[in-house]
């Protein structure tokens, strides 16, 4: 009877495969930042075959999540909020924001992950190209023309500091408003970019 093989050099699925990229995917991330970690360099790390991490994980951004212990991917949330009418953008994008920060599940580890990228330098590598790739040139995507880098960069800094003033300093009134309240507050501000973004 013939023996199947794999790629020399490289394991088959097993029952630990799983937990085996996850490990190596976080070191990769941690060591060389977002952008330079690749599906098969996370593979090659891990000592499996090169089509694994995309078996298991679907996209190098479902991996990220899944390394970082993140109950969501948060590309699979921003891009259905950006996919709709450029009116009521922002409400929709603040709106989806603070649903996943607030929930439960997901919200405690971006908690974990953004606390601690505030003292440990590769960590806030790796959120600021994660966030830089998956944010901010999605944003600048929608927005399009030769402005829309600057629109998308300002958009995401107003996001952001909500996201560190709610949930990392809890500050207050900010962290305990409610998520009517701070849209309220802070939706027409963004909106403001977002209408100038596509008006030029």
Known sequence: MQNKTVGRGRRPGGSDTRERILTAARERFLTDGYQAVT???VAAAAGVDGALPSYFFGSKQGLFAASMSLAV??????DPLL??????????????MLGVWDD??????????LTTAMTDPALTRLVREAV??????????????PDGPEHAAAFSSQVAGLILSRYVLELEPIASMTPDAIVHRCAPALQTIVDAATQT
């Open 39 to 41: 599906l098969r360099s």
């Open 73 to 78: 991917n948060p590309a699979d949330v921003l």
């Open 83 to 96: 996919a709709g009418e450029s009116d009521g953008l922002a409400e929709r994008v603040l709106r989806g």
């Open 104 to 113: 439960p599940t997901s919200g405690p580890p971006l908690r974990t992950m």
């Open 132 to 145: 830089g790739r998956e944010l901010i040139d999605r944003l600048t995507a929608r927005f399009g023309g």
